[in-house]
């Protein structure tokens, strides 16, 4: 049986996005300092979570200023 879903985790320093197409994705800021998510600021230790809702999601936009953002993601 083929791959189904390809799962992709890394911590995230510098500004970027989860690209077209994604499933589900988890991000959490896991660093000392405020960042900011698809608009919407998230303080250390906070996460936000997109679930998977029978289609793909279009790019979600990521900025993790002066801190660390861990990101799973599921194509």
């Excluded at 890394?10 to 996005?17: A, E, I, K, L, R």
């Excluded at 994705?25 to 997109?50: D, Q, T, W």
Aim: aromatic share 10%.
């Amino acid at each position: 049986m083929d791959v189904l879903a390809q799962i992709n985790e890394s911590d995230f320093s510098q500004p970027g996005q989860i690209n077209d197409g994604f499933l589900s994705a988890s991000i959490k800021n896991v660093g000392e300092n405020k960042a900011e998510v698809n608009g919407v600021v998230l303080f250390p230790g906070e996460a936000k979570g997109y679930p998977f809702v029978g289609k793909g999601y279009k790019r979600i936009s990521y900025d993790p200023g002066a801190s660390t953002l861990r990101i799973m993601a599921i194509y």
